[in-house]
């Protein structure tokens, strides 16, 4: 057995580092949102929410402003302004799934004067991803405002707070980290871990070797110990090293502390 040797503190820390890269991969998500309801008392309540794929980011600040339901609700053709009380205090549209695009939808509130839009599914608290239409690429190029998708149950629980009760509506962006940002880097910090522990293995290895061959006699100075074929009765009939009993005509090397003989095999 040979004996344990410390890991360099180098590779400790690399190790250290790339699981720390690992735990954070594993927690890094798509860029979420919230939506933030102040009422007129000051009371809070946040709605989860998702946002698109189109138009313009959410700043880092958000986006605060007084919330009105469209007319039609599913703003599939073009809707009508916002009421002239919160024209230049941020009007956010809220918006009803169903019947054509969400592009088109968002662009629609944005003609109007809108500033933000809340689109809210109209069978299910499910949450999903808004996606432009490709293929009617002027619809998708067009919108320039930031729009969030949120469930049903939210979508008419914000009805509540519209403008008229005086509760401000509030769009934030949740700070996370796209997960191209740490693929790379732990990717790299992996790769180095493998090869630095890699060579410490072989540079190990080859340390042991070389430690063994040390400590062996080289085959000049074993051909200068004499050697004897055994007989019956000579004074040594057991190996010094391995042993075992010899047999007769067995060669033998004897050794230099004169405390008995070896097998050839044996040193």
Known sequence: MFPCRPVPSYITVLYIYAVINLFLLLHVCTVDADVIVTDSINNTVNFMDMPSNFGSQLPDMGIQGYLAAVNPPHACKAVGPPPPNITELNPIALIRRGNCDFDIKVLNAEKSGFKAAIVYNDESDVILQMNGNKCKFVYYMEVTIPSVFVGLTD???LQRYDWRTGSQVKLTPDFTIPLHFYL???????????????I?????????????RRSRLSKEHLKKIPTKKFKKGDEYDVCAICLDDYE????????????GRSYNRSI
């Open 155 to 157: 979508g008419m629980e």
């Open 184 to 198: 790379l880097p732990f990717a790299i910090i992996v790769g180095i871990c493998f090869v630095l522990m890699l």
């Open 200 to 212: 410490f293995m072989v540079a190990k290895f080859v340390r042991d070797r070389r430690r063994q």
């Open 248 to 259: 007769e005509g067995d060669k033998l090397r004897i050794l230099p502390c004169s405390h």
